[in-house]
């Protein structure tokens, strides 16, 4: 089984920054793209962004690109959401996933993420 652990929520202004992590383990949590998605109150679950472990290949959702940018760190097998120019309609909980669109097999516990006017 694939663990995810996120952490780094927080309350922050908007054009601010914040930057989550999301630590994996077990066997085979290397077979997975990494993903993040975010659930706003009363809103569906959205995509973020993805990357391949290796860093070569990643995605954003149009909301984001050109603000956040996802990174993987081997070494310590996380994965990063660095969240710039922050705006409060980016508040929302984010989750970390493992899988391929459009199965996403193992999932975080997620992190909450407020952005305040």
């Known amino acids: 089984q694939v663990l995810l652990v996120e952490s780094g929520g927080g309350l922050v202004q908007a054009g601010g920054s914040l930057r989550l992590s999301c630590v994996a383990s077990g066997r085979t949590f290397s077979k997975y793209a990494m993903n993040w998605f975010r659930q706003a109150p009363g809103k569906e679950r959205e995509f973020v962004a993805a990357?391949?472990?290796?860093?070569?290949?990643?995605y954003y959702a149009d909301s984001v690109r050109g603000r956040f940018t996802i990174s993987t760190n081997n070494a310590k097998n996380t994965v990063y959401l660095q969240m710039n120019s922050l705006k409060p309609e980016d508040t929302a909980v984010y989750y970390c996933?493992?899988?391929?669109?459009?199965?996403?097999?193992?999932w975080g516990q997620g992190t909450q993420v407020t952005v305040s006017s």
């Open positions: 990357s391949t472990w290796s860093g070569n290949t990643t």
């Open positions: 996933a493992a899988g391929y669109y459009p199965k996403y097999d193992f």
